[in-house]
C-alpha cells in the first residue's frame, strides 16, 4: 500500500501550488502558483525539497491531515501556525490534548498519526510541504491549481474531506529541521508598505488621483481571492476621454493595479486574467508580492512609488535574503534533555559558571 496522506478536515481553502506555469499567456492561461513564493521556497527547503516542488498552501485556518501506509515528513511555513500531532491510539484510549508545536520546521507522521494545523497569524497564506513530494501528475508543465478552470492540482480544485494525496521518495531519515530565525511580519502589519512602478497607463489619471493613490491608506475588501484585491479607499478620477477608464485590451503581469470607473483599484494576484481593458496606474514590485500574498481581507496597504531600476535592485537584494533564511535552517536537537544542543539552539541561558 503506497503512501500517503489523507485529508480529515481541509480548512478553508486548502490547494496543491507550485511555483506556477509560465509561458502560456498568450493562450490565457495565467501562472497560478503559489500566493506567496517565499514561503513555498522555505517548506520545501524544510523538507530537503527542491524550491519550486509542489506542496499544500492553506489560506487562513490549515488542515488536519492523516499519514496512512508508512511515516511521512510534513514542513510548515509561511505564516505563523500552531500544529497539534496526535500519534495513533489503539481503540477506546483516551488521552488529554497534545501539546502545541510551533510552524517553521518538519513534522515526522508516522502510520496513523494526525496532524492538525490551526488557525494563521500573522499572515493569512502558509504551506505545507512534503519530504520526496506529492504526486499529483503535472498539467501544463505545472502541479498548480487553478480552481476557476478546474486546471491542475489535485482534481482541479480545492481539497475536501477524504482526499487521498499520494507521497513521492522513501521514508524519511535523520533530524527535524527548523528555521532558527523566522521572518517576521514587515512594519505596521497588517499595514502593508508596498513599491510600485506607476504606470503603464499612468497618463490616464489626474495628478490628483496618482497624488492619492500613492498618499491613501488602502483597505482589502471582502472580494479579494487568488485572482486579486479590490481595494476600499477614495475614488481614483481618470481624465475625460478619449482616455479615461477602458483602454484597448493589453497585458497583465501579477501585481498590476487596474482602476475602472468606480475609481476603486484592484490589484490582481496570480490567478489574474492574461489581459485586461481597464487602465493600470501601477504595478507592485516582485520582491513585495510574497508579502502581498499573505493579506487577508481587512489589511491595508500604502503604496510607494519607485523607479524600475530600482525595483529590479530591490528583487535581486529580496532573492539574496531569502537565500540567507534557507541556508539558516539547522536540525533540531534530539528529545532528552542535552544542556550543549540547548545552548546551541539559545533555547536557555548558560550556567552563571560559564559567564
Known amino acids: 500500500m503506497s503512501t500517503r496522506l489523507v485529508i480529515v478536515e481541509p480548512g ?32 520545501n527547503a524544510l523538507a530537503g525539497n527542491a524550491p519550486d516542488a509542489a506542496a499544500l498552501e492553506m489560506r487562513v485556518l490549515g488542515p488536519t491531515l492523516r499519514a496512512e501506509g508508512g511515516p511521512v515528513r510534513i514542513a510548515v511555513a509561511g505564516a505563523t501556525v500552531q500544529m497539534m500531532l496526535r500519534d495513533a491510539e489503539p481503540m477506546g484510549h483516551t488521552a488529554g490534548a497534545p501539546p502545541a508545536i510551533p510552524g517553521w520546521r518538519s513534522v515526522t507522521l508516522s502510520p496513523g498519526a494526525t496532524l492538525k494545523v490551526g488557525a494563521l497569524s500573522q499572515g493569512a497564506t502558509g504551506y505545507i510541504a512534503v519530504a520526496g513530494g506529492i504526486a499529483v501528475p503535472p498539467t501544463l508543465g505545472s502541479a498548480a491549481t487553478l480552481t476557476r478552470a478546474a486546471l491542475g492540482g489535485y482534481q482541479g480544485r480545492a481539497l475536501a474531506a477524504g482526499d487521498q494525496i499520494a507521497v513521492e521518495g522513501t521514508p524519511p531519515t535523520g533530524l527535524e529541521r527548523h528555521l532558527r530565525n523566522p521572518p517576521k511580519p514587515p512594519p505596521g502589519w497588517p499595514c502593508l508598505s508596498v513599491r510600485v512602478v506607476l504606470g503603464p497607463q499612468a497618463d490616464h489619471f489626474t495628478d490628483a488621483a496618482l497624488e492619492t493613490f500613492l498618499s491613501a491608506r488602502w483597505r482589502v475588501s471582502a472580494k479579494a481571492d487568488r485572482m486579486g484585491m479590490r481595494l476600499e479607499g477614495p475614488v481614483l478620477a481618470h481624465h475625460p476621454k478619449p482616455k479615461g477608464a477602458d483602454i484597448t485590451s493589453d497585458g497583465i503581469v501579477t501585481g498590476a493595479v487596474q482602476v475602472p470607473a468606480s475609481g476603486q483599484p484592484i490589484l490582481l494576484l496570480v490567478d489574474r486574467q492574461t489581459s485586461g481593458g481597464y487602465a493600470k496606474i501601477a504595478a507592485a514590485i516582485t520582491a513585495d508580492l510574497p508579502a502581498l500574498g499573505r493579506l487577508a481581507p481587512g489589511g491595508e496597504i500604502r503604496f510607494q512609488a519607485v523607479s524600475a531600476a530600482e525595483g529590479a535592485a530591490l528583487a535581486q537584494a529580496a532573492a539574496g535574503r531569502l537565500q540567507r533564511l534557507i541556508a539558516s535552517i539547522a536540525p533540531l536537537p534530539k528529545a532528552g534533555l542535552s544542556l550543549e544542543a540547548l545552548h546551541a539552539e539559545n533555547l536557555i541561558q548558560p550556567p552563571i559558571d560559564d559567564l
Open 12 to 43: 478553508l481553502a486548502t490547494t496543491v501550488q507550485d511555483r506556477g506555469r509560465f509561458g502560456l499567456q498568450r493562450f490565457g492561461i495565467p501562472p497560478s502558483g503559489a500566493l506567496d513564493p517565499e514561503g513555498l521556497a522555505i517548506a
